[in-house]
């Protein structure tokens, strides 16, 4: 699919121009790193975690979990 907005955005005369991708809703508890290299590879550069509204024994370790998983130094 990026291939492709990419080309869109060619074809509009905006290439060369930022163009941030992101993709919402990642379910921190089911995230692998195999999904984050996935879609670094195809040049997603933001993922925002969706979280449910529990407390914090629940929310941290799922934090926890979800921050070991991003890249550093990329």
Do not use: N
């Not at 993709?23 to 993922?47: C, K, L, N, W």
């Amino acid at each position: 699919l990026l291939p492709e907005y990419r080309q869109f955005m060619a074809d509009a005369g905006r290439e060369g121009e930022p163009m941030g991708v992101s993709i919402f809703s990642i379910d921190p508890a089911t995230v692998s790193e195999a999904d984050v290299d996935h879609y670094q590879e195809a040049g997603v550069e933001r993922m925002v975690v969706m979280l449910a509204s529990e407390k914090e024994d629940t929310i941290l370790p799922l934090l926890d979990r979800v921050a070991g998983l991003i890249p550093v130094g990329d």
